[in-house]
């Protein structure tokens, strides 16, 4: 079945720096995805959300960005902190169904001091 | 808002064991799930709830059932535990199943079965 998948297992960055997280998404269908930051032991948080008519979304030091024409989207973290540090992973769904996102397998997001 | 509360944390058990993994959201969410997460895979779902009194398979239900007790609850059983569900467990809600918006999970249950 389609799956999406993400580019870089791992990411080191400095503190200040700022950070991209990418994921390919391979169902052309999907017209939903979403951002999660999943720390050690703790269940995964919502991050944002971005719908298939937009091509970016802006939150609090985070920006969401969709390509549809490469089916890529990316995570921007800016300003990193060591609060940061944690596993990033993003969905995708569609057709106005919750039961039928598909997660990505994450990537492991350090900030160096 | 505590928000997801499942319960326990932690739990060991052997094979054939049963037990009931419990969860509950106080954010009055129609919709609830259950998910699995083992290394090296994304979240894939066990089942979920699209609203008080139904319930649906997921992707991987084998082995499980549920129960939604009310709005608020929404439990995970197994009846006869096996290795194969050595897992965490994550419970989720959101507003509506049908409908794309994010889901809110609780810090899981860590299961092991010897």
């Known amino acids: 079945g389609e799956s999406v998948g993400l580019h870089l297992p791992t990411l080191s960055v400095q503190e200040g720096d700022n950070s991209i997280i990418n994921c390919a998404y391979s169902n052309s269908a999907s017209d939903y995805f979403i951002w999660y930051k999943q720390e050690s032991g703790k269940g995964p948080q919502f991050i944002i959300d971005i719908r298939s008519n937009m091509d970016k979304r802006q939150g609090q030091r985070v920006t969401v960005l969709l390509n549809k024409t490469v089916k890529h989207l990316s995570l921007q973290i800016a300003a990193t902190q060591p609060g940061d540090s944690a596993v990033y992973f993003c969905?995708?769904?569609?057709?106005?169904?919750?039961?039928?996102?598909?997660f990505g397998k994450g990537t492991l997001l350090t900030v160096n001091p | 808002n505590a928000g997801v509360t499942q319960t326990p944390k932690f739990q060991v058990l052997k094979t054939g064991q049963s037990m009931t993994l419990q969860c509950a959201q106080d954010m009055n969410h129609n919709s609830m799930y259950w998910y699995r997460q083992d290394p090296g895979m994304g979240l894939r779902l066990i089942y979920y709830s699209a609203s008080e009194g139904t319930t649906d398979k997921g992707e991987v239900p084998n082995g499980y059932n549920v129960s939604r007790l009310n709005k608020r609850e929404f439990s995970l059983r197994l009846e006869s535990a096996a290795p194969s569900q050595t897992s965490v467990y994550f419970c989720?809600?959101?507003?509506?199943?049908?409908?794309?918006?994010?889901?809110?999970f609780g810090n899981g249950t860590r299961l092991t079965v010897t």
């Open positions: 969905a995708e769904g569609g057709g106005g169904s919750n039961y039928k996102l598909t």
């Open positions: 989720a809600s959101s507003g509506i199943a049908q409908s794309n918006s994010p889901l809110h």
